[in-house]
């Protein structure tokens, strides 16, 4: 894996989850301008998922498992869209802390990922 994509994708989520955690204290809903940070999240954790998978294809493999590998990198990918969708359903400041809760996710995921890989 590549750490400086890691660690990006991990400051992004921590930066988003801040983001939509003040929203949700200020009561509120997800914006615009959130769904369009969770877009460039996503986009991160996109490249993530195919850095990985083409890791994987030219034989390289991590310390833990394949298995538990590409299902920590499939999850990576769906928490913050996840989220997201959610928190369209719920036009509250309780669709913002949904957002942030996802992005706290995804940056928790992203250490394991560090740690499964055995960087």
Known sequence: MLDALTIAVGVAA???????????????????WHFMGMA??????LAQLVVGIVQLARGQRPEQGMTI????????????PAAGFLSLSERTRWG??????????????????YDIWGS
Not at 20 to 29: E, L, N
């Open 40 to 45: 460039v999240v996503s986009l991160l954790a």
């Open 14 to 32: 921590l930066a988003l989850a801040a983001w939509c955690g003040f929203a949700a204290y200020r009561d509120q809903p997800t914006k615009d």
């Open 96 to 113: 913002s802390v949904t957002v942030a809760a996802g992005a706290v996710v995804l940056a928790v995921l992203e250490v394991r990922l």
């Open 69 to 80: 590998f590409i299902a920590y990198l499939a999850g990576a990918f769906l928490a913050v």
